[in-house]
């Protein structure tokens, strides 16, 4: 009774953002202790510090665990880092999902955890393994496939985003213009890919 009577203490001492700290950038609502820790939450959520995932669940949008990702791979071993969580690791846009997204092969069945929040695709066998590659240790696709999904999705992601993309791409020393183009061909892309490229370069 004596421990559960310090826990509840110290979690009460802690602020709003060394619980997000504490658990890698997600906080549950339920977590939360007294009517001055849900005042602050809800000005971090304001001010666009924090977003809600869903019901009960936050991330802050400043505290980045890059090691995660590597977690995350164990949850999800068929999963391929793609998308929004592929354009953060090569520093391709300044935003930060809220979620995890991995491609999976199609007709795979998975459960997920409720927590830490993971968005998967069910990809055909020939567009999940196109660009495969290995970094840190992390199942990602490569930059210029990674790119290439920025242009066969941007009517979701939105023209801004796609733009900053390829701008950020274009700026690399990296950069495999060719290979790109590679990529664009088998994803079929390549029309407007290159008409983003005769605007950018």
Known sequence: MLFITVHL???????????????????QAKQLSGRNQYYQLKELVDGG??????????????????????EVGKIVPAGIL???????????????????HMAIPAKSRIKLPSFPPIKVYYWIADYYILGKSVKNGIAIYD??????DAVKFRNKIGKDLTSEVLRN?????????????????????????????????
């Open 9 to 27: 203490c110290n979690t009460m001492k802690k602020t709003i953002v060394e619980i997000f700290e504490d658990q890698k950038g997600y906080l």
């Open 49 to 70: 510090e924090v977003v809600m995932i869903k019901r009960g669940l936050y991330k802050h949008t400043k505290i980045v665990v890059e090691n995660d990702w590597a």
């Open 82 to 100: 793609c998308l929004f969580s592929a354009w953060q690791f090569y520093g391709l846009t300044t935003h930060i999902p809220a979620e995890y």
């Open 143 to 148: 930059l210029e496939r990674s790119v290439c």
């Open 169 to 201: 791409y274009l700026n690399r020393n990296d950069r495999n213009i060719d290979l790109l183009i590679k990529y664009s061909k088998e994803l079929r892309v390549e029309s407007i890919l290159k008409g983003y490229l005769e605007v950018m370069l």
